[in-house]
């Protein structure tokens, strides 16, 4: 892989926190793979002679010393047959309302889909980046794949289940009372049957009621144990009752059950809460259990690329030394790495790199081809953005419909007006959800509020119910035109159709409110939502944000501490961004900032230059000790 480890990008000057793991490195050089300015710590690596010189060499590049004191470490892996979540379900499931924005999708759940289908049930970002500090919901998914032929190769279907039917068709009942009745009805309860009841549920998204179902099979004597089902069962904890539940429960599998696949589920959750600490905790107490995976390796790259990318260049240097084969998931982190930090030639790379590997004989997955259109957009070169998408379309729309819900936000996002009307049309007077979704997107994007409307319209004159994602999406674009008074009435209609309220409905409010300069309102949302933690629910991280972002304007110390405080117990960790925002609160508020550095170390934060130099501006604004004895 060994073009591709060499291939990354150059670290610049960063340190790691407290908790970084030091890995025996094959290689005196660790490549940088951040474009930002960072205060300079050291990695510890263990030169090797076996390495042949970088393909990439920066100016900046630079080598390491030795100066952790952590033993040293590598990391071992951990699959999991988790099954995927499915988006091609049209309820008003407001989880995702966000998320198919970038690209709207189609997946279903299996517990043998391949790894980087079990990342797409953690895929927490409106933006379809995995930056440092933005909305959890932020891993990137490969959500469709195209056959040889170019048709868009579908999940395996789930066939409707009459169980599950007769269960939510009781919702009043509580499930053992549900499904007693239906077998009083003369119906029996096979394997086939719990599996279609099971696959019904998480299809649906209804976590709840597939974990209570999984409770009465065992009270009842029906749950088979295997690795396959106490997964199952450690996922379904978590997505319910939280993580930390879930790890609770692994205590009582049975240890010739307590395998690779229980474990990682339980990683795969833990990087989708983003806890760095239990993460590696974990890898230390299985680091001598299993053999190195690619899957593995792509939970620690994704959660690396989110909290830490200095570390994204040692998990490929573990798995260059532990001879673990990239697969078409770790290219695409890596190709969506280099396009976040600008580094265009290197994505290009990277790309190359992956159409000669033998996992991707046919070329760059439909996600990351729309990855790639989506860096080059950002970066100025519209004309090779477009090149990729007359790539995707085939040369025959009509034909290759199914490509006009990726098509319509790639055009958007390069600012194409006509394109996105065009890509339109072929979606006829009856369109999908899914085409609809994406045209409300996309029509906001390149200003045609009107048109955006009309797409919202469509789905209503078709007789067809506009789901919650639909209500979120034409939200965002009264947002981000700053027509208030539009969203304030899309509220009050998105109340009369009793849609279902949670982390995005709260995030598109505040950002509403935010966007109207009514931030008190803003504010008391993230209060009540905060207190209810409904089904483990909590505001985004994006939300609490927003709000920060505007008291810090004011110089508003008080209240940027609270907001501040609130993203803490909610159990987001602090980060760079959020210092920063907390910084200009006291910096426009004139407000002398002491002891933050000792806060940003207490909480693992490396400040990068600009976060460093905002302490130094803070540190400008104490008053000497005679000072504060004359106040």
Request: proline share 5%; aromatic share 8%; with cysteine.
């Amino acid at each position: 892989m060994w073009a591709l480890r060499r291939a990354s990008l150059q670290l610049k000057n960063r340190g790691l926190s407290s908790r970084t793991i030091r890995i025996s490195c094959a290689k005196p050089e660790i490549e940088r793979f951040y474009s930002e300015n960072h205060s300079e710590r050291n990695i510890r690596v263990r030169p090797s002679k076996t390495l042949t010189p970088t393909l990439l060499n920066h100016e900046n590049s630079y080598y390491t010393s030795s100066s952790s004191t952590n033993p040293p470490m590598k990391i071992h892996a951990f699959c999991s047959g988790t099954e995927a979540k499915s988006k091609d379900q049209e309820d008003d499931s407001e989880e995702d309302a966000f998320s198919e924005l970038e690209s709207p999708s189609q997946k279903a759940p299996s517990l043998e889909e391949s790894d980087d289908d079990l990342l797409s049930e953690l895929d927490l970002s409106e933006g379809g980046t995995i930056d440092d500090d933005d909305m959890p919901n932020e891993l990137e998914i490969y959500e469709s794949e195209t056959n040889a032929t170019g048709k868009i190769k579908s999940s395996r279907k789930i066939p409707n289940s009459a169980m599950a039917e007769a269960i939510i068709a009781s919702p009043h009942l509580p499930i053992h009372e549900a499904v007693e009745k239906w077998i009083k009805e003369g119906n029996e309860v096979t394997q086939d049957q719990i599996s279609l009841t099971m696959g019904c549920f998480r299809k649906s998204r209804m976590f709840k009621k597939a974990l209570q179902f999984s409770e009465w099979l065992e009270s009842t004597g029906r749950f088979i144990p295997s690795v396959r089902n106490y997964a199952s069962r450690v996922d379904l904890i978590a997505k319910v009752r939280g993580v930390h539940k879930a790890e609770e429960y692994i205590q009582y599998v049975p240890d010739s059950y307590r395998g690779e696949s229980v474990y990682c589920t339980l990683l795969a959750n833990f990087v989708a809460a983003r806890d760095v600490k239990k993460s590696e905790d974990l890898f230390h107490k299985m680091k001598n259990l299993f053999p190195l995976t690619p899957f593995s390796c792509n939970l620690l790259l994704l959660l690396y690329q989110r909290v830490n990318k200095n570390n994204i260049t040692q998990v490929l240097t573990v798995m260059e030394n532990e001879n673990v084969k990239p697969n078409h998931f770790t290219y695409h982190i890596l190709i969506d790495t280099k396009g976040q930090l600008g580094d265009i030639p290197g994505m290009e790379q990277v790309a190359e790199l992956m159409k000669k590997s033998s996992d991707r004989p046919r070329g760059p997955h439909l996600k990351t081809q729309l990855t790639l259109a989506r860096h080059y957009a950002s970066n100025k070169l519209p004309d090779k953005s477009e090149a990729i998408l007359k790539e995707i379309e085939g040369g025959d729309l009509i034909k290759n419909r199914w490509t006009a819900r990726f098509l319509l936000p790639a055009y958007g996002l390069l600012g194409k007006a006509d394109e996105v009307r065009r890509v339109w049309r072929v979606c006829g007077p009856d369109p999908f959800f899914a085409e609809s979704l994406a045209a409300i997107y996309a029509f906001g994007l390149v200003g045609l509020v009107e048109e955006a409307e009309g797409a919202f319209r469509k789905l209503e004159e078709g007789m067809k119910k506009p789901s919650l994602k639909h209500f979120i999406a034409l939200l965002k674009v009264y947002t981000d035109h700053k027509m208030v008074d539009k969203g304030k009435d899309l509220v009050e209609r998105m109340a009369e159709s009793k849609c279902y309220v949670g982390p995005r409905t709260w995030d598109a409010l505040v950002r509403l409110y935010v966007g109207s300069s009514e931030v008190e309102r803003a504010d008391s949302i993230l209060e009540k939502a905060g207190r209810l933690r409904k089904k483990q629910k909590k505001p985004l991280p994006g939300s609490y944000l927003a709000v920060l972002d505007v008291y810090a304007s004011r110089g508003d110390v008080p209240n940027a501490e609270k907001i501040f405080r609130w993203m803490k117990q909610a159990g987001y960790p602090a980060a760079v961004k959020s210092y920063k925002s907390l910084l200009y609160a006291y910096i426009n508020g004139k407000v002398p900032a002491y002891g933050f550095h000792e806060r940003l170390k207490g909480d693992n934060v490396v400040p990068s230059k600009a976060l460093s130099s905002l302490v130094a501006r803070s540190d400008l604004l104490r008053k000497s000790p005679l000072e504060e004895l004359l106040d």
